[in-house]
C-alpha cells in the first residue's frame, strides 16, 4: 500500500499560479503510475493529468493542457502538480492518486490509493 498526502492549495487572483505536492509514503513510489484529479461542488470528479512510473511521459485534461504540468521526483517520494494562468473554473478540491497498473489512466477507477484532497480556490 501507499499513503498520500497532498500539500499545497490555497486562494490565487485568476491568472496565478500554485504548486500542488503530493508526498507518498508506504511502498516503493516509483512502482505507481501517479495521477491528479479534481472534483468541484456538485460535479463528478474528473482528470487533470497522469504520469507514468518513470516520469517520461505525461497526460493531460484538454482542459489543463499548456496551463498544468505534473512531474515527479521519485527519489522524493512525490508527484507534484504545477497549475499556471489558474481560472475560477479551476476551483475544486484536488487530489493525488496512484495505480498500480502499467499505463496512466484518465478514469478514476483505475486508481487504487487517493490522498484526502487539497482545495484550490481561485477568484475572479
Known amino acids: 500500500q501507499v499513503q498520500l498526502v497532498e500539500s499545497g492549495g490555497g486562494l490565487v487572483q485568476a491568472g496565478g499560479s500554485l504548486r500542488l505536492s503530493c508526498a507518498a509514503s508506504?511502498?516503493?513510489?516509483?512502482?505507481?503510475?501517479m495521477g491528479w484529479f479534481r472534483q468541484a461542488p456538485g460535479k463528478e470528479r474528473e482528470f487533470v493529468a497522469s504520469?507514468?512510473?518513470?516520469?517520461?511521459?505525461?497526460y493531460y485534461a484538454d482542459s489543463t493542457k499548456g496551463r498544468f504540468t505534473i512531474s515527479r521526483d521519485n527519489a522524493k517520494n512525490t508527484v507534484y502538480l504545477q497549475m499556471n494562468n489558474l481560472k475560477p473554473e479551476d476551483t475544486a478540491v484536488y487530489f493525488c492518486?496512484?495505480?498500480?497498473?502499467?499505463?496512466?489512466?484518465?478514469?478514476?477507477?483505475?486508481?487504487?490509493?487517493w490522498g484526502q484532497g487539497t482545495q484550490v480556490t481561485v477568484s475572479s
Open positions: 492518486a496512484a495505480s498500480e497498473r502499467i499505463l496512466p489512466g484518465r478514469v478514476s477507477t483505475l486508481y487504487d490509493y
Open positions: 508506504g511502498r516503493t513510489f516509483s512502482s505507481y503510475v
Open positions: 504520469i507514468t512510473r518513470s516520469g517520461t511521459i505525461t
